[in-house]
């Protein structure tokens, strides 16, 4: 995908500023019921012990994730584009490092300095892909490691389908392999519209390759094991079970 201009990036920056308070609802402090579910267990997985290590929380929203590494033993910093954002993270954990930074650059956070980097649904929010890997690949330290969680662009939960049988059908009005900036109405509790950016895998599986990055796991999280026990309904282990929300890689810096 092309880079985009500074118009994308301002846009997108107020869009998510403007539903920061409703971000905060929507993940509270122990994230929404699919990172819980589904994702949360094989970041973990992917990222192993980070008692020690500095990690950056990239795209951290209000910070609810920084704390989890916090807690853990992790030295964070978070940062975000979206100034409420990370001003609602601070009033909520004052004693994590939040910046207000943008991934694609990554301005406060110098070369080699983390020993992982975290973006947990962030890439498909990021309006310049390429510059965000390659910021990612910077900060990280020789034989540091990113661990990316990101919606799945082959399946796209915002246009899904089921239909009285049960079958679910995904739909797209625009060509798949074509990256697309897309605006969508606002859902559950939300009040403004959301923008994101669709890729297909491919142009991200490239982009991390570009970077310069070793590709060393990938995964598409769903619900399993003692998580089946966490659902709060049937019908939410049922679509955990069977629905691709996302994708999980995990990246080595060589």
Avoid at 217 to 240: C, H, I, N, T
């Amino acid at each position: 995908m092309p880079d985009l201009g500074p118009l994308d990036l301002d846009e997108t920056r107020a869009s998510w500023d403007r539903i920061a308070e409703g971000w905060r609802v929507q993940v509270g402090d122990e994230g929404d019921a699919n990172r819980r579910l589904n994702s949360d267990p094989v970041l973990w997985r992917f990222l192993g012990d980070v008692r020690g290590l500095r990690v950056l929380d990239a795209g951290c929203g209000t910070g609810y994730l920084s704390r989890k590494l916090a807690d853990r033993g992790a030295e964070v910093v978070g940062i975000d584009f979206a100034p409420r954002m990370v001003a609602l993270a601070r009033e909520r954990y004052p004693g994590i490092d939040f910046r207000v930074d943008s991934c694609g650059t990554l301005a406060t956070v110098g070369d080699g300095e983390q020993d992982a980097v975290v973006a947990n649904y962030v890439l498909m929010d990021t309006p310049d892909l390429a510059a965000t890997m390659q910021a990612f690949h910077r900060v990280l330290r020789p034989g540091g490691h990113a661990v990316l969680v990101f919606s799945h662009p082959c399946f796209p939960q915002g246009r899904a389908h089921r239909s009285a049988d049960g079958k679910v059908s995904y739909a797209w009005e625009f060509p798949y392999f074509e990256p697309t900036k897309l605006v969508d109405p606002p859902w559950a509790h939300f009040t403004s519209e959301f923008i994101w950016f669709h890729r297909p895998l491919s142009a991200y599986w490239k982009a991390f390759q570009d970077a310069g990055f070793r590709i060393e796991g990938f995964d598409e999280p769903r619900l399993s094991g003692e998580s089946r026990q966490l659902g709060a309904s049937d019908r939410e282990v049922v679509k955990g079970r069977t629905r691709p929300y996302s994708v999980a890689f995990k990246l080595a810096k060589p």
